[in-house]
C-alpha cells in the first residue's frame, strides 16, 4: 500500500527531521503548511467513506497519525525543544495503527475497527484524560 498513509508518514517524519535539525524557518513553515494541507485531504477522504477496506483503512490511518503528531510537530515547528512525553501519545497512536494494519493483511476488519478506535482515543487525549491500555 503505498497511499496517502505512506505519503503522511514520510512527510511527517520529513518535517520532524527538518525541524530539529535546524533548518531556516522559512523551510520548516512551508512544509508544515504542505503537510497540514495534506492531513486535511487526508481527512476529507477519511470521511467519504470509500467502500474498498484498503483506501477507507488508508485513509482514516492517515487522519489518525496527523492528528496524533499534530501537538508534536507544533512544538517542533516553534522551535520549542521536544520532550519525550510531548511524543507519548502520538507513539501508541502510532502503535495501535501498526496492529490496526495487521489486522486488515490478516482480513479481521473487527480488530481493524477495534485498534483504529484505540489509535483514535490517544489521538485525540488530551491532558488529564484517561490513558486507554497500551497495545501489548
Not at 500500500?1 to 505512506?6: P, Q, S
Not at 512527510?11 to 503548511?33: C, D, K, Q
Request: aromatic letters at 4%; one cysteine or more.
Amino acid at each position: 500500500m503505498d497511499g496517502i498513509l505512506v505519503q503522511t508518514t514520510r512527510s511527517i517524519r520529513a518535517l520532524i527531521g527538518i525541524a530539529t535539525e535546524g533548518a531556516p524557518a522559512e523551510e520548516v513553515e512551508v512544509a508544515y503548511r504542505a503537510l497540514r494541507d495534506q492531513c486535511a485531504a487526508a481527512e476529507r477522504e477519511a470521511l467519504r467513506t470509500p467502500s474498498d477496506p484498503e483506501a477507507r483503512f488508508d485513509a482514516r490511518a492517515s487522519a489518525v497519525l496527523a492528528v496524533a503528531y499534530r501537538p508534536v510537530l507544533d512544538v517542533l515547528c516553534s522551535g520549542r525543544a521536544l520532550h519525550p512525553q510531548d511524543a507519548e501519545l502520538a507513539q501508541k497512536s502510532s502503535g495501535w495503527l501498526n496492529l490496526a494494519y495487521e489486522a486488515l493483511i490478516q482480513g479481521d476488519q473487527d480488530n481493524v475497527e477495534r485498534c483504529l478506535q484505540m489509535a483514535s482515543a490517544f489521538a485525540e487525549a488530551n491532558e488529564g484524560a484517561r490513558d486507554p491500555s497500551s497495545p501489548a
